[in-house]
């Protein structure tokens, strides 16, 4: 979270392609969290039931207990994840459009009043 402790203050002087080229490299990182979070936390939950039900089938409802709590924690941990790595890529879209679009603002009153002052 860089860009608001003065990271985008040091990307305006970045030419635009440079600054679209790092966003996409960030946004693509918070969208693969976003994506493989709730993925392992599925992971996490369907692993631990396949001894937990074997167990159950011996009769030892202790081992279940411990799988299934295995199990929840890890879908919860999984969709936490999910849901920072999504909030995370929203928040930085937004910053990323409010910046390209100042900048883009600012190219076109520069590029105006270059041409006011040329005639």
């Known amino acids: 979270m860089g860009e608001r402790l ?6 305006r002087q970045l030419p635009a392609a440079e600054i679209e080229r ?7 990182r918070a969208d693969l969290v976003a994506r493989i979070g709730p993925m392992l936390g599925l992971m996490g939950t369907l692993i631990p039931l396949g001894p937990g039900l074997a167990a159950l089938g ?10 299934m709590r295995v199990a929840f924690d890890t879908t919860v941990l999984g969709l936490l994840i ?14 990323y459009d409010e910046l390209l679009d ?13 041409s006011a002052l040329a005639l």
């Not at 100042?102 to 270059?114: F, G, M, S, V, Y």
């Open 102 to 114: 100042e900048l883009e603002a600012q190219t076109i009153k520069e590029r105006d009043d270059e």
């Open 58 to 67: 011996d009769g030892n409802v202790q081992i279940l207990s411990v799988a």
């Open 82 to 95: 999910g849901v920072l790595g999504f909030a995370l890529g929203r928040l930085r879209r937004r910053w």
């Open 6 to 11: 003065g990271g985008l203050r040091r990307w």
């Open 22 to 28: 790092r966003a996409r490299r960030r946004l693509d």
